[in-house]
């Protein structure tokens, strides 16, 4: 049977003899999907997705013993089922924990790939929440967010997840650029005194001067400029016990009732760190 007039091939990924070839036939039916019921052209195309030891394989099959694209993918499954993937269970998310140094991006990365290895429908939601908050370390901020506040679904979890990770990357910016202010400092010739003042006493008035920052305008309202930019970091719920927030009051940063913008300590410092990594300067004196 010839191939129809329509039909254009597909670029395949060759089977490299290693991958699981369970996937392998799947991606190929996706692929041949407006054909799938021209058994002989799936069997005369299949070829054309093979790696060449795969081939040699083909090749070796006796002429005439193929009748028709299941038993030809059956037989290809056979000849590759130890490279098919074991799905893992869902024992496997107890054991991960995330490591001292390790960043919360990378943990959520090994998690998720994880997850995503086990069986359909053998991991319900709430599961897979609790075994990621279970993998934090104790002192994990995300962790007491979920401990106070659990999450209701995957989709609030990853929300969270990202809401610290980006928290952390900010933070971790910081960290860099105040150890590259460090090391570009420790260059420079040391001039003993300077009018009468230590060097290390005025290394001390420099970094008071760095936390206390003065900006031009409330910081209520430097939040309403820069609420959509990609270096701010919105931060969760206050912490504590909601009954003891004052709730005629509203903080804007905090998305929660406790005191107001202005008088926000959190939203104060998270400027103040943007300040030190360079953003927000036409907002400071």
């Known amino acids: 049977m010839r191939p129809s007039k329509k039909f254009t091939p597909s670029k395949f990924t060759s089977y490299d003899g290693k991958s699981d070839p369970l996937t392998h036939i799947s991606h190929y039916r996706h692929m041949m999907s407006l054909w799938s019921r021209d058994e002989a052209l799936m069997c005369k195309v299949f070829p054309s997705s093979l790696g060449e030891i795969e081939l040699r394989w083909f090749d070796r099959l006796p002429t005439g013993s193929i009748h028709g694209w299941k038993q030809f993918s059956e037989e290809f499954l056979a000849r590759f089922v130890s490279n098919t993937k074991i799905p893992k269970e869902p024992d496997t998310l107890f054991g991960l924990r995330k490591e001292q140094e390790e960043t919360l991006r990378n943990y959520a990365r090994r998690y ?146 406790g005191h107001i913008t202005q008088n926000c300590r959190a939203l104060k410092q998270h400027l103040e760190d943007l300040v030190t990594v360079g953003h927000l300067r036409d907002y400071i004196d």
């Not at 934090?136 to 679904?153: F, G, M």
């Not at 928290?167 to 400092?185: C, K, L, M, T």
């Not at 936390?211 to 430097?222: C, D, G, H």
């Open 112 to 257: 998720w790939e994880e997850y995503n290895d086990l069986e359909e429908n053998v991991c319900s939601e709430q599961m897979a929440i609790m075994t990621f908050k279970h993998g934090l370390r104790p002192e994990s901020k995300l962790r007491q967010s979920l401990t106070k506040r659990p999450a209701t679904a995957l989709k609030d979890l990853r929300a969270r997840i990202e809401q610290y990770a980006r928290f952390e990357d900010d933070q971790i910016s910081i960290e860099v650029a105040s150890a590259e202010q460090i090391a570009r400092h420790k260059k420079r010739p040391d001039r003993g005194e300077h009018r009468g003042i230590a060097v290390n006493e005025v290394d001390k008035s420099k970094s008071h001067e760095a936390i206390v920052t003065v900006f031009k305008e409330p910081i209520y309202q430097i939040l309403k400029k820069i609420k959509r930019e990609p270096f701010f970091v919105w931060l969760p719920k206050m912490l504590g016990d909601p009954a003891w927030h004052n709730q005629k009051l509203r903080c804007s940063y905090h998305q929660d009732r």
